[in-house]
């Protein structure tokens, strides 16, 4: 398997523009997860998918932010407006969602995001 | 709830000195426990894990970790490190959420940097 795959790798934009990020997770998996990470903040998790569906995103730090999943090989998340804040790495992973041990989260490699 | 501390966001250390991470947890259930590492420009990968059994769990690169419960803590120990372990270490801990699977609550990350 490629890993979980995310694109693009980098994106600068002007505050204002719309940005999509976007994610293939490990075939098979059924839980995704959307983090973003910044040096002030570290690793936050923003939300959180299970066989497409969003469990829990109350990460999600404004209403500027959403995501989807439309199927289980695909996910983006959007952020319309962008702000300078926003500047970060975001990253995705996707894992098997056990009930009598947890498993490990396999990362895809990030988008650094900067909005100037 | 669930939280995990990290309790020195950066160590520096001489090549082929030993080095311990050091990660305390708070949780009222039962803990399964994660370090994971982050090379420069890239996503986590799982270093290694504790479930249950052995206290004592080795991992790749020649580290390993004590889950010591009484003292609520899972540190991260290398006998030896080399330039190449130089990352970013991250403890978590798994929580059970609703529908009964587990998900990670993330420390806020320690800098290894290994000198020469």
């Known amino acids: 398997d490629a890993g979980v795959i995310q694109s693009p790798r980098h994106e600068v934009t002007e505050m204002g523009q719309e940005v999509t990020l976007r994610c293939k997770p490990i075939?098979?998996?059924?839980?995704l997860f959307w983090y973003r990470q910044t040096m002030m903040r570290g690793l936050e998790l923003l939300i959180y998918?299970?066989?497409?569906?969003?469990?829990?995103d109350s990460g999600m730090p404004e209403d500027r932010f959403s995501a989807k999943m439309p199927n289980a090989s695909f996910s983006t998340l959007k952020i319309q407006p962008s702000e300078p804040r926003d500047s970060a790495v975001y990253f995705c992973?996707?894992?098997?969602?056990?009930?009598?041990?947890?498993?490990?989260?396999?990362f895809g490699p990030g988008t650094r995001l900067t909005v100037t | 709830a669930q939280s995990v501390t990290q309790l020195d966001s950066q160590v520096p250390v001489f090549e082929e000195a030993p080095v311990e991470l050091r990660c305390n947890y708070s949780?009222?259930?039962?803990?399964?426990l994660f370090w994971y590492v982050q090379y420069p420009n890239q996503g986590l990968q799982l270093l290694l894990k504790?479930?249950?059994?052995?206290?004592l769990v080795k991992g790749i690169n020649g580290f390993e970790a004590e889950f010591n419960k009484s003292q609520t803590s899972f540190h991260l120990r290398k006998p030896s490190v080399h330039i190449s372990d130089t990352a970013e270490y991250f403890c978590?801990?798994?929580?059970?959420?609703?529908?009964?699977?587990?998900?990670?609550?993330f420390g806020r990350g320690t800098s290894l940097i290994v000198h020469p």
């Open positions: 998918f299970n066989n497409n569906v969003p469990i829990d």
């Open positions: 978590a801990v798994s929580r059970q959420a609703s529908g009964g699977s587990y998900i990670p609550t």
């Open positions: 075939s098979g998996h059924d839980y």
């Open positions: 992973a996707s894992t098997l969602g056990g009930t009598l041990k947890p498993y490990e989260q396999y």
């Open positions: 949780s009222s259930v039962s803990v399964y």
């Open positions: 504790y479930l249950s059994g052995s206290t």
